[in-house]
């Protein structure tokens, strides 16, 4: 490990040089790609030399033992443990840091979520679970910007898509993926009986524009009549936007700016986005037929997780976490569920279960 670590000093020098190259430093896409390697490089370099030198300091200790005299060999054993466990943490770090990087690690992430089975109840807890997203998104320092929604009666959302931006976003947010079913009394129920509903949350690596090209022969552009909240200049202007790729399908509609030329630029930031979730899932499939969905999260039809507000209970079902704090989770304190999930990926890396 100690040796790959030098060929790893190398490589950093190398970013280090090439990030202050004036070419690069005008190349943002480049910049950006340098600067993610030269923060996971500095990462793993900065442990690695921390593990050299407390193999050094043992080799050390060890070799003064047998010439020592009492008191020094009680001395140098005290050593020998601290930099034996100094090792065994530092060894189990590094392999953490060298496991294979997401690909997707440092990208932004366009979360949608829709209300599934239960009617408007369904709507609702979309909401609830929108409001949790953007209360942990403020809690990690992230910032949320809301692409499109579809209000239901009650105040829930049929549908409502949003960017997450920030450090470390997708490495935390991709587990989100799947279904998350909710046990409590809606506000609809007069017998006081509890119900199940459930909501859907896709979460998909934003693509850059230099990544996903799209052909615009390979579009069909539909414009219409906005509905819903939004005051007469939207309702009254053909400003909505319904972009259909041809080669797949995919379909995405924006209507939330009064600008037609927003709404199309907001739908075609999905459509890639789409496009690039599609390419990776096929990838995938071609490498191994049960990572074709997102990544550590299974199906997407999967229920991943259940919300009980009777019990104040919260049950992840993928690794089998159940925490009774559920209104502080919904209020954004999705850390320890969070932690939990990320600490699985890279247990099932480091046995080769990924």
């Given at each position: 490990?100690?040796?790959?670590?030098?060929?790893?000093?190398?490589?950093?020098?190398?970013?280090?040089?090439?990030?202050?190259?004036?070419?690069?430093?005008?190349?943002?896409?480049?910049?950006?790609?340098?600067?993610?390697?030269f923060?996971?490089?500095?990462?793993?370099?900065?442990?690695?030399?921390?593990?050299?030198?407390?193999?050094?300091?043992?080799?050390?200790?060890?070799?003064?033992?047998?010439?020592?005299?009492?008191?020094?060999?009680?001395?140098?054993?005290?050593?020998?443990?601290?930099?034996?466990?100094?090792?065994?943490?530092?060894?189990?770090?590094l392999?953490?840091?060298?496991?294979?990087?997401?690909?997707?690690?440092?990208?932004?992430?366009?979360?949608?979520?829709?209300?599934?089975?239960?009617?408007?109840?369904?709507?609702?807890?979309?909401?609830?679970?929108?409001?949790?997203?953007?209360?942990?998104?403020?809690?990690?320092?992230?910032?949320?910007?809301?692409?499109?929604?579809?209000?239901?009666?009650l105040?829930?959302?049929?549908?409502?898509?949003?960017?997450?931006?920030?450090?470390?976003?997708?490495?935390?947010?991709?587990?989100?993926?799947?279904?998350?079913?909710?046990?409590?009394?809606?506000?609809t129920?007069?017998?006081?009986?509890?119900?199940?509903?459930?909501?859907?949350?896709?979460?998909?690596?934003?693509?850059?524009?230099?990544?996903?090209?799209?052909?615009?022969?390979?579009?069909?552009?539909?414009?219409?009549?906005?509905?819903?909240?939004?005051?007469?200049?939207?309702?009254?202007?053909?400003?909505?936007?319904?972009?259909?790729?041809?080669?797949?399908?995919i379909?995405?509609?924006?209507?939330?700016?009064?600008?037609?030329?927003?709404?199309?630029?907001?739908?075609?930031?999905v459509?890639?986005?789409?496009?690039?979730?599609?390419e990776?899932?096929?990838?995938?499939?071609?490498?191994?037929?049960?990572?074709?969905d997102?990544?550590?999260?299974?199906?997407?039809?999967?229920?991943?997780?259940?919300?009980?507000?009777?019990?104040?209970?919260?049950?992840?079902?993928?690794?089998?976490?159940?925490?009774?704090?559920?209104d502080?989770?919904?209020?954004?304190?999705?850390?320890e569920?969070?932690?939990?999930?990320?600490?699985?990926?890279?247990?099932?890396?480091?046995?080769?279960?990924?």
């Amino acid at each position: 490990m100690l040796e790959r670590i030098a060929g790893l000093e190398d490589e950093l020098r190398d970013v280090e040089i090439r990030l202050g190259d004036p070419a690069v430093q005008r190349d943002q896409n480049q910049l950006a790609d340098l600067g993610r390697r030269f923060k996971q490089l500095d990462g793993i370099v900065r442990c690695g030399r921390r593990l050299r030198a407390a193999t050094d300091d043992l080799e050390v200790a060890r070799s003064m033992l047998s010439e020592a005299t009492q008191s020094e060999r009680d001395e140098l054993r005290t050593e020998i443990d601290d930099y034996t466990a100094a090792i065994e943490q530092e060894t189990d770090q590094l392999k953490v840091l060298m496991l294979p990087p997401d690909p997707n690690d440092g990208r932004n992430v366009i979360l949608e979520i829709r209300g599934a089975a239960g009617g408007e109840e369904a709507n609702l807890f979309a909401r609830d679970l929108f409001e949790m997203f953007e209360a942990f998104a403020k809690r990690q320092r992230w910032r949320m910007e809301v692409l499109s929604s579809s209000p239901s009666d009650l105040g829930g959302f049929s549908e409502i898509s949003a960017v997450l931006s920030g450090d470390s976003v997708w490495s935390r947010m991709k587990h989100e993926g799947g279904t998350h079913r909710v046990q409590r009394v809606p506000v609809t129920e007069s017998q006081g009986r509890v119900h199940t509903s459930s909501a859907t949350v896709t979460v998909l690596p934003e693509a850059d524009e230099v990544e996903i090209a799209i052909d615009d022969r390979d579009l069909r552009v539909d414009t219409y009549r906005s509905s819903g909240p939004g005051g007469q200049s939207v309702n009254t202007m053909d400003s909505a936007v319904r972009i259909t790729h041809l080669p797949t399908g995919i379909v995405v509609a924006m209507q939330d700016e009064k600008s037609q030329l927003k709404n199309k630029a907001k739908a075609l930031r999905v459509l890639r986005s789409r496009l690039l979730a599609a390419e990776q899932e096929k990838a995938a499939a071609e490498q191994a037929e049960l990572r074709r969905d997102q990544v550590g999260a299974g199906d997407r039809s999967e229920k991943i997780r259940t919300y009980n507000f009777k019990e104040n209970r919260l049950s992840d079902h993928r690794i089998g976490l159940t925490i009774y704090k559920l209104d502080r989770v919904l209020a954004g304190e999705l850390d320890e569920v969070s932690d939990a999930l990320v600490a699985d990926e890279r247990s099932r890396q480091l046995e080769g279960d990924l």
